[in-house]
Each structure stands twice: as structure tokens, then as C-alpha cells.
């Protein structure tokens, strides 16, 4: 794996990532992560989701492989007849007429056994890795369906101040056309924009159904309401002021120790390892072990014979010495996948930091900045109409701005939390503990 070498080089091998209990280092936890109803819900997800159920049950079955993989080959016991006359099948007449009992062993050849357990262990380490994955994957597709579902409530709840900047307007259209300082025309482009949030009421309800069942969906099937905060309240952005990405350099060290997914294929490079060994010594010969007793009718004696046999690899040119040569190719190809996956994430988790540090300043620029501008701007256009010093467009416009500037800052803090989530999960970053 010189390639993870040069460009992780902290990376050491695949060996130490199987071997690492723990990781030796850690940052500090972003404040998505504390979100208030977010924990219990991926509690829930984690304890129903049959997904990793599945994963788990096959890591129960991984573990039962193991013994089996080194036992001895089952013993065959021969019953028989011998020399038994066919016509008249008088046991006592022929001296050669016997019935023996033969038991017989097989003894791999030394090693064979151990590597088998060795090759049934590893599959048991990737069992345990894909568990591992398929655990934070699903707490990654938690964290982004919980921030989506909080976005769509938030939609929801700056559509309803948006529906009612529209009924001011109204009225102060109604008012200024009765009294004749304004056109028809302004009373009913302003009920037109209150019919046009009516009907983009429906899909917002839509929205929020949808984000509501992909909750249900992740932990197994409907439950009490999760709860999601508004993401416009005051007491989300502050939250995001003291987050801070962690330096490239950290990320790496965090990836290559503890990335379940590197993991996995670190796992898989030292399984078709140990399945190598297992090829290499396939043809070495085995052993069978015989004892046969001969009973005799009569009052002859019975015979006893032993015996041992030896296997002889005459075909290994076309078994076992090609299927050893295609083992050592799978641990190539699966020491290459280690290798490109290693690259790869390291570039994807560079990229996901870079994101998360333009997320969280356009969030405080949006927060700090454009939605306060955008606020005074639909006041003051709203009052300057009234005095007739603004065409009624203009009002609308306003409102419209602060209405698109609230959908995107919740969009902005939606995206940023479920950015986190899966930062954390390429990381092993196990905030949820």
C-alpha cells in the first residue's frame, strides 16, 4: 500500500487499522449534534432499524463459523461383509467369510486447520467492520433526515410569516384603494400573492410528510412525533458560532484510524491474506488414519488391520496450484481497493470540511446580515407605500426577499447539520455514544 503511504502517511497499514481498540485522538463535537430531540431519535433507530439487525445477525453467524472452520474432518465407520457364500450364506462354511468394521480418520496436513480458523476469524472481522459501517451510515441518513424534517417544519413556519406580510399588505392595499390614493390594481396583485402562498401551502405540507416518513422509515415504522427545532430561532445560529472544523492533517490521522469504511476494507485485504494461506498449503497431502476388525464365525479367529493412507497432489498444476495463484491476485486487487478507497475519502473528507467552513460563514452572514437588512427593507417599503412614496411592487418584492432569505438560511443550517453527520460518520466519529 505504498500509494496510502505517500499520501496518508500517518496511514502505517491496514493491519494497524484492524488492530487499533481505540482512537488516540478526538475534537471537539459540533453543536448540530445537540439538537434537541436528535440523540433519542437515533437511539431509536439504532435499537429498531432491522438493517443493522441484519448486519448484526450476520456477525452472530460469523462468529459460529469460526470453530468449525478447524475441526477435523467427520471419522467414516465401514460396516461390511466379506467372502459370504451366495447360495447357500452359511457363515460358518468359508474360513474367508468375515464381517469387518472399519473406522477411519482424516488429518489435514498440519497448518490446514489453522489457517482455515485464521480465514473464518477475518471473515468474522469483516462481519464486525460492515456492522460497524452499516451502523454509521445509518446514523448519517439520521442526522440528515432530522435536519430535513426540522427545514420542512421551518418552511412551514416562515411560510405562516410570510402569509401573514401579505395580509398587512392587504390591508393596507384595501385601505389606500377606498380612500383613492391607490389603483385597483394594487388590492389585487396583493390577493393574487396571498392565493399563490395558499397554494405553495400544499407543497410544504407535502414536504413535511415526507420528511416525517423517512424518520418513521429509518427506525422501523411510525412512533411518537420527533421532535426538531425551529432553525431560525435564537437559539440555533448562536450554537453554530463556536463550531469549528478540525485541520486537514487531524482528519486524516481520524480517518485512517477509526473510518469505518476503511475499516472494512482493511478487514478484507487481511481476510484474502489468511485465504492465500489457505491456497499455498492446499496441496500439501493429508493423511487418513484406518482400523479394521474382521469378525469370523466358527470359532476362527478375527483379522485386524490398520492402515494409512496419504493424498497425492498429482493434478495441483490445474487445482490447487492456479486457485493458489488467483488467492494471491484477490489480495492484490483487495490491497489496490484499500489503497483507492484511502485516497479517495481522504479528498471527500477534505472537501466535506471545506464545505462545512462555507456553510457556517454564509449561515452567520445570512443570520448576522442579509435576513436583518431584508427585514427593514419590507418594514420600510411597507410604510413608505402607505405614504404613497413607493410603487406597491416594491412592497412586494421586500417581502418576498425576506421570505427567500429565511428559506435559505434554514435550508443553509439544514444542509450544515446534515454535512456534520456525515463528516462524522466517514470519520468513525461515534458522537452519538
Known sequence: MRQVFQQLPIAGSAALVIAAGFPSVAFAQSAVFEAPGLRAYVAQVLARNAGLRAAETRLGAAERRIAPAGALPDPMVTLGAMSVPVMSFDVDREAMTQFPVMVQQRFPFPGKQGAGTAVARADSTVADSRR???????????????????????ALEVWRGRVALADQAIAVAQVRYETGAAPQTDLLRARLRRAELDEERQQLDAVVAAGEARLDALRGGPD???????????????????????????LRRLLVERSPVLRTAAAEVQRAERTTRVFAIAGRPDFTVGFQVAPRFGGREPFVTALVGISLPLYAGRKQGPAADAARLDAVAADHRYDDLAVRLAAEVQAIAANLEALRLRVLQTADEIIPLAEAASASALQRYQVGALE???????????????????????GYGAAWGDLAALIGQEWYR
Open 132 to 154: 460497524g459501517m452499516v451502523e454509521a451510515e445509518l446514523v448519517a441518513g439520521s442526522v440528515r433526515a432530522y435536519y430535513g424534517l426540522a427545514n420542512a417544519r421551518t
Open 392 to 414: 406597491f411592487s416594491a412592497v412586494l418584492d421586500a417581502q418576498d426577499d425576506l421570505f427567500r432569505a429565511q428559506l435559505r438560511l434554514a435550508g443553509l443550517i439544514a
Open 224 to 250: 411518537q412525533p420527533i421532535f426538531t427545532p425551529m432553525l431560525l430561532s435564537t437559539a440555533v445560529v448562536p450554537g453554530l458560532r463556536g463550531d469549528s472544523v478540525p485541520a486537514d492533517s487531524l
